[in-house]
């Protein structure tokens, strides 16, 4: 078996979760199993229905994630947040040990960079399942603005940035091209 790497899609470009999606599909394609784990995001994007479809692909989401942003929340908000993110995180670990490492080849942690920096997930449980995990599982974290910890420990680090973007002109996300 080959040794897993780990790969961090950062920047503030467009593009880190689709390229995660990308690699899931190859992964999947050629017959390995994928733990797609989105943080911070609802289960209402295009992408998740045919996540949810892919053979292979198990998807993790928190399907009552609040609509606000984070820096918007209340404390009692902010601190259900942590619990369900927390919850994510846990039900993903205890996912991945009921397959057997043969059949995984890929764990995306979707927007890991941002639960990671403002301790909605505790860093060293993060920092210890990424130190510690199967040799051969690949391991995607996407997101802006990592910490440097998530950059030194990345195999791969791929930076998406921005140059141009209808949103600067007033154009809001649209539907199946944003999200």
Known sequence: MDKGLIH??????KGKTTAAIG???RVAGYGKR???VQFLKDDQSGEV???KE???VW???DCDMPKEFYHNMNEEQKQALCISQRKLFENMRQSLSLIPLEEVGLLVLDELTY???WGILDKEDVLSFLKNK????EVVITGRNPERELLDLADYVTEMKMEKHPFSKGTSARKGIEY
Request: no cysteine; net charge negative.
């Open 59 to 61: 998807y993790f989401s």
């Open 115 to 117: 639960v990671y920096a």
């Open 49 to 51: 229905a045919v996540l």
């Open 23 to 25: 690699l899931a599909m």
């Open 34 to 36: 994928v733990l797609f």
């Open 8 to 13: 961090l899609y950062h920047g503030d470009g």
């Open 134 to 137: 199967p040799e051969t599982l």
């Open 54 to 56: 892919m053979p292979r």
